[in-house]
Nanobody
Framework: QVQVVETGGGLVQAGGSLRLSCAASGSIFGLMGWYRQAPGSQRELVASIAPGNGGERNYADAVKGRFRISRNDGKNTIYLQMNGLKPEDTAIYYC????????????WGQGTQVTVSS
């Protein structure tokens, strides 16, 4: 059974840092990434990373230069290092893992809350 589990959210002051982790299990995963959803807003891409050494990374414009995504393929785990956090980064952060044997089906975690106080 496929599981996708995020950890690492919390409350931080503006300018602070947090590190999110996402562990996927139960299959083989291709692209993985982080999305976020603020109250009253649609879910949006934060960052994504392809598998393999030097896997392609993509970032939303709003987080470029502040957030960094990384990946450990041996552990099916991705990380999101978030620096210079702003109140507008406040959202529930969701991990996405694409299940390769299931035709790249999207598998989502339950989400982790990130709150940035001003």
């Amino acid at each position: 059974q496929v599981q996708v589990v995020e950890t690492g959210g919390g409350l931080v002051q503006a300018g602070g840092s947090l590190r999110l982790s996402c562990a996927a299990s139960g299959s083989i995963f291709g692209l993985m990434g982080w999305y976020r959803q603020a109250p009253g807003s649609q879910r949006e891409l934060v960052a994504s990373i392809a598998p393999g050494n030097g896997g392609e990374r993509n970032y939303a414009d709003a987080v470029k230069g502040r957030f960094r995504i990384s990946r450990n393929d041996g552990k099916n785990t991705i990380y999101l290092q978030m620096n210079g956090l702003k109140p507008e980064d406040t959202a529930i952060y969701y991990c996405l893992a694409r299940d390769l044997p299931k035709g790249n089906a999207d598998k989502w975690g339950q989400g982790t809350q990130v709150t940035v106080s001003s």
